[in-house]
């Protein structure tokens, strides 16, 4: 089956700075994934996916890119500020009528001001 | 707009007692619906699936069950409570198709005594 490994498993970045989390994939047949985020004792709200047949998405300060040849993607935020402050989580998953989501082990990300 | 609801928000069982958690989604049809467990500090993991009433897909084995008596409604079963079944459980829900965002319900934050 499949296997998330995320890294790192906490960063602490200067507000106005850049933070990269990566995460890497086990099972080629994988074509979704997304990126959640998740603050203190609430549910996890994604904030950005991407598909397989594409190698890079942008939303405003954020952009997640993908290498299928190597099974890894990452998660960048740039111009950091405190709200960005949460455990974010990577997922995969191959649809198979429904769509499995394996998670990352998250990465607790600290803005400090 | 669709909203999920998961009940109780948090409940305290003792060791070998049963528990019930249920899901409901409003707003939609048909929908792929999802039981996760997240363990303290932990990633999700899913542990059912369901497709539509009546289908249940178990992905890890374990003292817990799932049933989805009707369209929009999903609810997570233990006979007997363990410690190791602590944690926060999460229901989603996601249309039936590829590529589509899981939307997660408030959670329900379980500790067994």
């Known amino acids: 089956g499949e296997n998330v ?8 970045v200067q507000e106005g700075d850049s933070a990269v989390i990566k995460c890497t994939y086990s099972d080629s047949a994988s074509n979704y994934f997304p990126w959640y985020k998740q603050e203190l004792g609430k549910r996890p ?19 997640v890119t993908l290498n299928k040849t190597a099974k890894h993607f990452s998660l960048h935020i740039t111009e950091t500020q405190p709200e960005d402050s949460a455990v974010y989580f990577c997922a995969a998953s191959a649809y198979q009528g429904a769509q499995k989501l394996v998670f990352g082990q998250g990465t607790r990300l600290t803005i400090n001001p | 707009s669709q909203t999920i609801h998961q009940w109780p928000a948090t409940l305290v069982q ?34 059912f ?4 009433i009546g289908q249940i897909s178990s ?34 829900w996601s ?3 590829d590529y589509n965002e899981q939307f997660f319900g408030p959670g329900t934050r379980l500790t067994v005594l």
Request: glycine residues 6%.
């Open chain 1, 5 to 12: 490994e995320q890294h790192p498993s906490t960063l602490s």
């Open chain 1, 45 to 63: 709200q994604l904030i950005i996916d991407i598909r397989s047949n594409v190698g890079e998405k942008k939303d405003q300060r954020i952009a």
């Open chain 2, 14 to 47: 003792p060791v070998g007692s049963p528990l019930s958690l249920e899901c409901t989604v409003e707003g939609t049809s048909n929908p792929n619906l999802y039981w996760y467990r997240q363990a303290a500090g932990r990633g999700l993991q899913l542990l």
């Open chain 2, 49 to 52: 699936y369901s497709v539509g």
């Open chain 2, 59 to 92: 992905e890890v084995p374990q003292n817990l069950s799932a049933s989805r008596p009707q369209d929009r409604q999903f609810i997570l079963s233990s006979k007997k409570l363990l410690l190791s079944d602590s944690g926060f459980y999460l229901c989603a």
């Open chain 2, 95 to 97: 249309v039936r198709l």
